[in-house]
């Protein structure tokens, strides 16, 4: 195995784990988001 | 005065100026008769024939008189508007004006595909090394399933400039060719039962604008103490959305939009296609790059159901997820989106999986670019 492909293989593997520690971050962000402000119909901001 | 003084383009022109002068003609005809893209490729597909004509003044010349090198006005918006990723972050913030997170917000959980249908990237810079390419190639090679030609632009143009010209034909390419590549890939992976799983327990509930306006404030701080070196990605796309959300740039939101995102495409485009000079298109490597941009964007699909089908494991009967919306985890929006709804139309005309499609494609425009950052961050630790 060449150094390129090792480097390759071990950036795809933290690549694949942060791509989706940043999607279940975000995952998160959207629930809290979500509860600490809910829609209310009389908020005329809202849509 | 010889032929060669007289008339030097027709003098100096040589087969592969032909072949490319013809690629022109193919990008052409693939924006306006197939509409392919046409605002990217048409200006490409011009540019190629502008620059593959010999002499042309639209690219730097060695003066054969003086011997003092003349600026084409191409490599000069190459020089101000792509070397400094500009280009690329305006249209960022075009895209981020036009995207609408609320789809997320009803149902985060779709989410996770915009991270699985990612798989391609990784999987094609792998192979792009095992190819013999080096560790920065490799990497801008596999950005092209982002299918974002944005973020494989700004990649490219940071580790492999010279490539950039056939990442970014395949990238924007392969964007348009999604309802071609994506189907016959979903068919051979899924059984007609998979297909015919209805997502009914979708959420259509309404979006707090509050928390609308927060999200992109709040991604850009959370991605910036994470990878701030993805900022300028992140950030631009976020800074976009916040023009859309705030409620009081209407004007702004509509004109990133519109006029910032189709005059920066031109000159995108018509500027990508200074790196089109016949010396650094004709090779074996576009070939292959074009080859490995398929094979990424087909493996982005497979990333995507094969963890729609995982994820169905752990889920009861009548909460499965129809695996084919996990191959709207790609960024191409909304076409991604559309091309599963019809399927699933096909194949039961009742069936509407638009919405959770429309959720899951957002989580791709959002997974591109977090890939991008990731790339950018992590290449220059190792190479």
Same mark, same amino acid.
């Given at each position: ?7 390759? !293989?071990? /950036?795809? %593997? *933290? ?12 995952? !998160?962000? /959207?629930? %809290? *988001? ?14 | ?112 595909f915009?991270?699985a249908a990612?798989f ?180 982005d699909t497979f990333g995507g159901v094969l963890f729609a ?16 919306v996990g191959a709207c985890g790609i ?29 899951a ?23």
């Amino acid at each position: 195995m060449t150094l390129v492909l090792k480097q390759a !293989l071990e /950036i795809a %593997g *933290l690549g694949i784990v942060g791509v989706f520690v940043f999607m279940a971050l975000f995952y !998160l962000l /959207i629930r %809290g *988001l979500d509860k600490l402000l809910p829609h209310k119909e009389d908020d005329k901001a809202d849509k | 005065m010889g032929f060669e003084e007289l008339l030097p383009a027709i003098a100096g022109m040589t087969w592969q100026h032909l072949v490319m002068i013809a690629v022109g003609l193919i990008l052409i005809y693939l924006a306006i008769v197939k509409n392919y893209e046409p605002n990217l490729l048409l200006p490409m597909g011009f540019g190629a024939i502008l620059v593959n004509i010999p002499w042309s003044s639209a690219i730097s010349q060695i003066d054969p008189a003086t011997g003092e090198a003349v600026e084409g006005v191409l490599n000069v918006f190459f020089n101000a508007g792509i070397a400094t990723e500009i280009f690329p972050l305006l249209i960022f913030v075009a895209v981020g004006a036009m995207i609408d997170f609320s789809p997320l917000f009803r149902n985060p959980s779709l989410l996770l595909f915009g991270a699985a249908a990612q798989f391609g990237i990784f999987l094609t810079m792998v192979l792009a090394a095992v190819l013999g390419y080096d560790l920065r190639e490799a990497a801008s090679i596999g950005i092209i399933g982002a299918a974002d030609g944005p973020t494989s632009i700004v990649v490219a143009s940071r580790f492999a400039p010279d490539l950039l010209g056939p990442i970014s034909v395949a990238a924007y390419s392969y964007m348009a060719l999604v309802p071609i590549i994506q189907p016959p890939v979903i068919r051979s992976l899924t059984t007609r039962k998979e297909r015919l799983i209805r997502m009914t327990n979708v959420s259509n509930k309404v979006i707090s604008k509050k928390a609308l306006i927060a999200f992109p404030i709040v991604v850009t701080i959370a991605a910036g103490i994470i990878a701030p070196s993805s900022l300028a990605l992140i950030g631009f796309l976020m800074f976009g959305n916040l023009i859309r959300e705030c409620g009081v740039l209407n004007n702004l939101s509509k004109s990133a939009q519109n006029e910032l995102s189709n005059l920066v495409t031109l000159l995108l485009g018509i500027t990508i296609a200074s790196t089109m000079t016949a010396d650094r298109f004709i090779r074996v490597d576009t070939l292959v790059i074009i080859a490995l941009g398929l094979f990424a964007f087909v493996f982005d699909t497979f990333g995507g159901v094969l963890f729609a089908k995982f994820l169905n494991l752990f889920r009861k009967e009548g909460n499965k997820i129809n695996p084919m919306v996990g191959a709207c985890g790609i960024s191409a929006f909304p076409m991604s989106a559309r091309v599963i709804h019809q399927m699933g139309q096909k194949e039961d005309p009742y069936n509407y999986l638009l919405m959770p499609a429309i959720s899951a494609n957002v989580g791709g425009q959002i997974g591109s670019v977090i890939v991008g950052g990731i790339i950018l961050t992590l290449v220059p630790l190792f190479a």
